[in-house]
């Protein structure tokens, strides 16, 4: 089952403009990470947010989480082609020691040059 | 390598063979994880060791799916009798403890059954 459901499915913006997107979810978690992926291939990280953590930020990237809403945002600044990618968050649950990730569907991002 | 690697990139195979598909983690992670990712979603966990031990299988679909990783390092996915539906990429990923940590995922096989 897919906790983390990401809004909008679909973004398609500028190259210049800055992308935001959100994830919500359902359950408590140690920590909530998004992750980047081109091609349908590998999954690049981008961020980790731990649960007591409110806002990071990663060059151009700042991460918020609100766990009270039970909800992140990932915002890109000052977007280039090359952040075309598709974009997952993915929540860690606060269950112990199980580590496993729990993902969204995913937000396409399109950034025209 | 610096990275996780998965072996074959891609594999075609006929509807009731057996495959297995191979994930070297980063050095010194303890960590590891399959997951299985189906066009236009997100991947799904299907099973994680730590050390040589599954500490969890349950993502696993059916007992037609097993993973081993008998010395702590390199595991093995393996899927007997594939059926049209078990078609997707398998992702590998570690992390270097387990909890709270990154999970580094390698590139994936792509596996189709025809």
């Known amino acids: 089952s897919q906790q983390g459901e990401e809004d909008p499915q679909a973004l398609s913006i500028q190259e210049g403009e800055n992308a935001t997107m959100n994830c919500s979810y359902k359950t408590s978690i140690n920590n909530l990470q998004w992750y980047r992926q081109n091609s349908g291939r590998g999954l690049v990280h981008l961020i980790l947010?731990?649960?007591?953590?409110r806002e990071k930020h990663s060059g151009r990237l700042r991460v918020t989480l609100d766990t009270s809403k039970k909800s992140s945002s990932l915002l890109i600044t000052a977007s280039r082609a090359a952040d075309t990618a598709s974009y997952f968050c993915?929540?860690?649950?606060?269950?112990?020691?199980?580590?496993?990730?729990?993902f969204g569907k995913g937000i396409t991002l399109s950034v025209r040059p | 390598g610096a990275g996780v690697s998965q072996t074959p990139s891609n594999k075609v195979t006929e509807k009731g063979k057996y495959v297995e598909l191979r994930c070297d983690p980063i050095?010194?992670?303890?960590?590891l994880y399959w997951y299985r990712q189906s066009l236009g979603q997100g991947p799904e966990f299907l099973i994680y060791f730590q050390g040589t031990g599954a500490a969890d299988d349950s993502g696993l679909p059916n007992d037609r799916f097993f993973a081993v990783r008998p010395e702590g390092s390199v595991s093995t996915l393996k899927i007997q009798r594939t059926e049209r539906g078990d078609s997707a990429v398998y992702l590998c990923a570690s992390s270097f403890s387990g909890v709270q940590e990154t999970q580094y995922f390698g590139p994936g096989t792509r596996l189709l059954v025809l």
């Open positions: 993915a929540t860690e649950p606060n269950t112990g020691a199980n580590s496993k990730l729990t």
């Open positions: 050095s010194g992670h303890t960590a």
């Open positions: 947010i731990r649960s007591n953590e």
